[in-house]
Structure formats: C-alpha cells, structure tokens
C-alpha cells in the first residue's frame, strides 16, 4: 500500500521568501515521487518528480525538492517566492504495488504568496 | 497537439439525470484516467484504463461508469446523478511505459448537481 500526506491545507508566505511545502509518504517498495502544481481554474502539471537517480531533483520554475529515504520525505522548495506561484501543489507517490504504477495523490497545499 | 481535452468544461444538471463527460488525448497514450477532485480531499481516482477496451476502478468507483471503445478517448458516464456527485473531475492520461511516469491533465470539467 502507498499513501501520501501533506502537511498543512495552506501555506502562507511573503514574495521573495522561502517556500517550503512538506509531503510524507509511506510506501511498500521504493518509491517514484512526484510534485505537481494547479493554477487557478487549470488542470495539474508536472512540477518535479523522482525516479530512484538523484536524491535532490531540480524541476521547473527554481522548484526543487530533496527525497529523504531515512525521513521519508519528499519536501518541496522555491528560494525565493514569486506572486506568480500561488497555486495548489499536490504530492503523489507511486509504488509497482500489484503490477499498478497507479499514483496515489496527497490531498494538496494551497500556497498563499502575500505581497 | 492539444494534450488532453475535456468535453463539457461546466454543466449543470437535476438529481436523477445521466450525462457522459468525454475525454480525448492526442498523444497516443496507453493509459487514462478520471479523477474527481473535492475541497480538502486532494485527487481521488474513480476509474482507469492501460489500454484500448479495457477499464479498471479506483478508489471511488461507485455512480460511476466508464467505456474506451478508442485509444484516443476515455468516457466517464452517470447514470443518475446525485448531488454528491458535484466535484470538479478531471482526465489524465501518460504513455503507459512504466512505474515513474508523467500524467497529463486535462482542464476539468465543472459539474453541479442539484
């Protein structure tokens, strides 16, 4: 079984401050880790994902985020936060649970960036 | 190429009443799926498909069904809506290769059930 959980419903930040978005997952084989984002009123794109290379994955927009087997963590960071990046992010794991690469998603971070 | 295209983006309909939500996707993807998504309850996945004429349930599968008689599109049906069936739904498809792969999303579809 595989299961995801994020860490607070939103997150509230100032421009130019650090964004960090926390995920957990909980997974029975080596995990796949993704993070997608969701604009306003738009379906969900591929922000990063990691696929068992490197540890830290850099994904578009200055996003990255660092898989730690140990804590299993899968946390998701922006240097710097832009108005441009309030959005809802999503956490999903997916395991080769049953021959199903199906993911399962987190129920989501709404990112709140205060001017 | 449009991705993954969704057909109605709003409707509104009755207890009772039945409907057909469309998706088609250009990429020739092995896999689709559809999701519904509720405030606080993140993506729950209500059926899928891994290839042409076959289909699989989710987590929430029940009110809901499904049919991809082409590769290119997967239909979700309700029989008789209720209005706990009010949720965005959106469709997702990815190349089917393996475990690690990107979904594509489509743009949803809006629907209130009264």
């Known amino acids: 079984a595989q299961s995801v959980t994020q860490l607070g419903s939103h997150v509230s930040v100032s421009e130019g401050a650090l964004v960090l978005l926390r995920c957990n997952y909980s997974?029975?084989?080596?995990?796949?880790l993704f993070w997608y984002v969701q604009y306003p009123n738009q379906g969900l794109q591929l922000l990063l994902k990691?696929?068992?290379?490197?540890?830290l994955v850099k994904g578009i927009n200055d996003f990255e985020a660092e898989f730690k087997k140990s804590e299993t963590s899968f946390h998701l960071t922006k240097p710097s936060a832009h108005m441009s990046d309030a959005a809802e992010y999503f956490c999903?794991?997916?395991?080769?649970?049953?021959?199903?690469?199906?993911?399962?998603f987190g129920r989501g971070t709404s990112l709140i960036v205060h001017p | 190429n449009a991705g993954v295209t969704q057909t109605p983006k709003f409707r509104v309909l009755k207890t009772g009443q039945s409907m057909t939500l469309l998706c088609a996707q250009d990429?020739?993807?092995?896999?689709m799926y559809w999701y519904r998504q509720d405030p606080g309850m993140g993506l729950r996945l209500i059926h899928y498909?891994?290839?042409?004429?076959?289909?699989a349930k989710g987590e929430v599968p029940d009110g809901y069904n499904v049919s991809r008689l082409k590769k290119q599109n997967f239909l979700l049906g309700l029989e008789s809506a209720a209005p706990s069936q009010t949720s965005v739904y959106f469709c997702?498809?990815?190349?089917?290769?393996?475990?690690?792969?990107?979904?594509?999303f489509g743009p949803g579809t809006r629907l209130l059930v009264l």
């Open positions: 997974s029975s084989v080596p995990p796949y």
């Open positions: 990429m020739n993807h092995e896999y």
């Open positions: 498909s891994v290839g042409e004429g076959t289909t």
């Open positions: 999903a794991v997916s395991g080769a649970s049953g021959g199903s690469y199906i993911p399962t």
């Open positions: 990691y696929t068992s290379a490197a540890t």
């Open positions: 997702a498809s990815s190349p089917g290769l393996g475990i690690g792969e990107t979904q594509y």
